[in-house]
């Protein structure tokens, strides 16, 4: 069982910066490959960006690519979301998600590949 802690978001002006973590209980952490998803009101759940067990593949939405960056630390049992250039539609809860194992690129992007999840931080950003 792992379980997700969120921490980091808040209110910001466009243009502006936040880093979100997310903190994972267990000692499997380094095994786990790691994604971010977020909801914004009246939508539905959407993927904005993921990483390999190891750190060496990482993948993004299109509509945050260039802007977000992805990272971790298996060493701390944490997953950051670096966001730059924020805009007025990236407001949404963004969740952190596990996944036991990912064998296809593609499967990054889906959510149901993924095991665990947090319980989510707000980010706003204001126009």
């Known amino acids: 069982q792992v379980q997700l802690v969120e921490s980091g978001g808040g209110l910001v002006q466009a243009g502006g910066s936040l880093r979100l973590s997310c903190a994972a209980s267990g000692r499997t952490f380094s095994s786990y490959a790691m994604g971010w998803f977020r909801q914004a009101p009246g939508k539905e759940r959407e993927f904005v960006a993921a990483i390999r067990w190891s750190g060496d593949s990482t993948y993004y939405a299109d509509s945050v690519k260039g802007r977000f960056t992805i990272s971790r630390d298996n060493a701390k049992n944490t997953v950051y979301l670096q966001m730059n250039s924020l805009k007025p539609e990236d407001t949404a809860v963004y969740y952190c998600?596990?996944?036991?194992?990912?064998?296809?690129?593609?499967?990054?992007?889906?959510?149901?590949?993924?095991?665990?999840w947090g319980q989510g931080t707000q980010v706003t950003v204001s126009s």
């Open positions: 998600a596990a996944s036991r194992g990912i064998y296809y690129s593609t499967s990054y992007y889906r959510e149901t590949q993924y095991d665990y």
